[in-house]
């Protein structure tokens, strides 16, 4: 079981930066591949970036290629998404998620992942 805490969203106004982080409970996080997700108004939810467990891979959506950056510290059982070059269509719910199956491939489908947090606003002003 892994408990998943997102922090670090708010409010940037077009071209800035803001950097997530989310914390997981649980020992076994260094073992989970994990995930960034989100959801505008009235759109599905979309993946983001995901990072192996290891660290060794990671993997972006086109749309914040080359903008945003995964990264994750298995000591302190944090995952950090830091984006740059902010645009008003990143607006969204950032959701944070861990998946422990499948994990020799880095998932961009939301179905592989088992555990998510309760997400953070970001919201970039034009």
């Known amino acids: 079981q892994v408990q998943l805490v997102e922090s670090g969203g708010g409010l940037v106004q077009a071209g800035g930066s803001l950097s997530l982080s989310c914390a997981a409970s649980?020992?076994?996080?260094?073992?989970?591949?994990m995930g960034w997700f989100r959801q505008a108004p009235g759109k599905e939810r979309e993946f983001v970036t995901a990072?192996?467990?290891?660290?060794?891979?990671?993997r972006y959506a086109d749309s914040v290629k080359g903008r945003f950056t995964i990264s994750r510290d298995n000591a302190k059982n944090t995952v950090y998404l830091q984006m740059n070059s902010l645009k008003p269509e990143d607006t969204a719910v950032y959701y944070c998620?861990?998946?422990?199956?499948?994990?020799?491939?880095?998932?961009?489908?939301?179905?592989?992942?088992?555990?998510w947090g309760q997400g953070t606003q970001v919201t970039v002003s034009s």
């Open positions: 998620a861990a998946s422990n199956r499948a994990v020799g491939v880095v998932r961009s489908i939301s179905d592989f992942y088992d555990y």
């Open positions: 649980g020992r076994t996080f260094s073992s989970y591949n």
């Open positions: 990072i192996h467990w290891s660290g060794g891979t990671t």
